[in-house]
């Protein structure tokens, strides 16, 4: 008898702990008016790292990666799966390297969010295993308009989706079977910069009878229904035809490169979709999906077309309900457009890859900062020759330290961030009872780098724990402030430099004197990085 009620004990606990590992899973909540993903129940901020596409296909060459990756304060790796080592004979799959990430970023401390590369990647099939790129009659290729077919599967062809998902799905399922109780993998991205080379559209035999169809009835459904929420690039196009309910995809969207682009985009979106379905299905875990963004003025066809790029995004939102994030890869300037276009529509801004170059680590200030950023991740983060002293790694100890802050006061809009450049203007928001001007601290004429012909980013975050009480978080810049009531001036009771301690204020230098300019100012050197706790008062 006891060994039975024993038994029945086992079980119930097992069953409890597996039902909280559930309810647990990484998920994404909207909270206010941002949206979090919460990670064991708690907001988590990705200070993240993409890898090299090759660095994880050998546990061997990772070893000494982890401790370079550890010394720059990442608390995730984002590493590729690839479908080719997963499953390198059909029907037979090899999980040794998902394992050996799993063992190694426990190790380290670290979570992980895996990149499949499956059918496409940076458009091209050249992660598809050797037997599906040499059977060209069951697995098909994209055709450009001269016939030619491309090293590009064909979203047209169910073979090459039914191929592809029960890949993901396996993936998934080992998942949850390994990592469903740790929770390591927070995320997982469905393809990689899918696109459409070198024409705006594929003339396989599949997609020019798809494109003599009638425009599918859910895209035309979601048309009409978020008539007032498109996105005026792509509304203008619908318009232009008379926002017409029916009809073929010239019918609809007129005779262009455009509509060929829209074409495409519906049915990448809806195949993804379905790989993200399947994989949910399994292990719901969060998914998302980026683009390689275009060039101004270059057409579709010249760049990677069709992927969740921001005038195509309200394709992406009807074609695949299931992905819920569209994301940006960064090598394009003006890094607040961007933004702003991926902002649209309250899309979460997931950055799972930025070009590692000067200025990234104001960057990342700005994005947690000024957009309740989920993710933050310099491509290649590695490469030890990338930049002389990677820079990225001061900010991340620093945005590691105030996270816990982020999770509490962003929801309640108690978060402001800037960037500050050279010829940009000065920074104006309000926050609490104060208005506050942000400048690079260059700006200041007697600045030692004010001479400098070019100068490197700054960027911070300013936090809100009280109406006259705040933690400035960055580098190279300076902030002045000014009561909202009329008639007053802001003055600095006191500004202290520190660091936190399992989410305790450990005060360090007292920033009076020259340090803040005898209570004009506070400021962050260039090429300084600092939290600085900050009370003011008006008289």
Known sequence: ??????????????????????????????????????????????????????TASSTAYMQPVWPRLRAQHLNTVIAPVYWELLEPQEGRFDFTLIDDLLRDARKNQMKLVLLWFGAWKNSVSCYAPAWVKTDRKCFLRVQDDQGVPQEIMTPFDPRNLDADRKAFVQLMQHLKATDGQEHTVITVQAENEIGMLPTARSYDEKANAAFKQQVPAALLTYLQREKKNLKPEFAAIWQRQGAKTKGTWEEVFGKSLATDEIFMAWFFATYTNAITAAGKAVYPLPMYVNAALNRPNVAPGKYPSAG???HVMDVWLAGAPDIDLLAPDFYNPNFEHWCDLY??????????????????????FFAFGHYNCLSFSPFAIEGSDTLKSPPIGKAYELLSQVTFLLGKYQPAGQVRGFLLQKDSAARVFTLGDYR????????????????KAEWSPGGGLIIAVAPDEFYVVGTGLVLTAEPNAKGKRAGYLSVDEGHFENEKWL????MNGDQDHQGRHVRVAGGEYSIQHVKLYAY
Request: hydrophobic share 40%; aromatic share 12%.
């Open 1 to 54: 008898m006891l060994h039975k009620f024993l038994l029945l004990s086992c079980l119930f606990f097992l069953g409890f702990r597996g039902a909280q590992a559930q309810n647990n899973l990484p998920r994404l909540v909207k909270t206010g008016a941002s949206t979090q993903l919460l990670v064991d129940g708690k907001p988590y901020f990705v200070l993240g790292g993409e890898l090299g596409n090759s």
């Open 343 to 364: 902002t649209r529509g309250n899309n979460p801004l997931f950055i799972p890859e930025i070009r590692f170059e000067d200025g990234v680590d104001a960057k990342a």
């Open 436 to 451: 506050f001007t942000a400048r690079h601290e260059f700006a200041l004429g007697w600045s030692m780098g004010s001479k």
């Open 507 to 510: 005060p360090g230098r007292r």
């Open 308 to 310: 969740p790029l921001p």
